[in-house]
């Protein structure tokens, strides 16, 4: 079974007062870590596979916490990736752009997607705009926690294009 606290690889690209994943380390609600375990699903945006209950044998969550703007530096295709599906940010950095998530929105939306409500819920307690995030999403998260592999995901996420 996934472990409730992810794990995150932090790159600090980002300005330390906007940076999710550094309020959750704070809360003790993450790990940062400096190397990508055995038995970790990584969070990456150009996997073709997306997150799905399927994944809940896995070990660990991990984000990798980097800059939109230098996503394309890293390649981790080597490891079990996956990606989300179609989901708005909430965030006020890319409030209301698709798949431009904040490291504590993916997360909180893999545990979501993976029926770990109360994990996705505990993660975006800690910001003000966290319950604005699944507001925003509830419709497809619920869709998408219904389903029980990335090719159903990715038939749900059809409807949101």
């Not at 932090?10 to 809360?27: Q, V, W």
């Not at 699944?134 to 038939?155: G, T, W």
Request: charged share 25%.
């Amino acid at each position: 079974m996934i472990s409730p606290i992810p794990l995150i690889i932090h790159k600090n690209e980002d300005d330390p007062k906007k940076c999710t994943a550094r309020k959750l380390k704070r809360f003790d609600l993450a790990e940062f870590i400096g190397f990508i375990p055995r038995g970790a699903i990584v969070l990456y945006p150009d996997s073709e596979t997306r997150i799905s209950k399927k994944d809940l044998s896995y070990r660990s969550l991990l984000a990798i916490d980097v800059s939109w703007n230098n996503i394309d530096n890293y390649n981790f295709s080597e490891y079990q990736v996956r990606s989300l599906p179609y989901l708005l940010a909430a965030n006020p950095v890319n409030y209301g752009k698709p798949y431009k998530l904040s490291t504590v929105e993916a997360l909180s939306s893999s545990y979501y997607i993976m029926g770990m409500k109360n994990i996705s819920e505990r993660l975006l307690s800690k910001f003000g705009w966290g319950i604005q995030f699944l507001n925003l999403n509830r419709e497809p998260l619920e869709e998408y926690s219904k389903a029980s592999n990335s090719d159903e995901i990715k038939e749900i996420e059809k409807q949101y294009f």
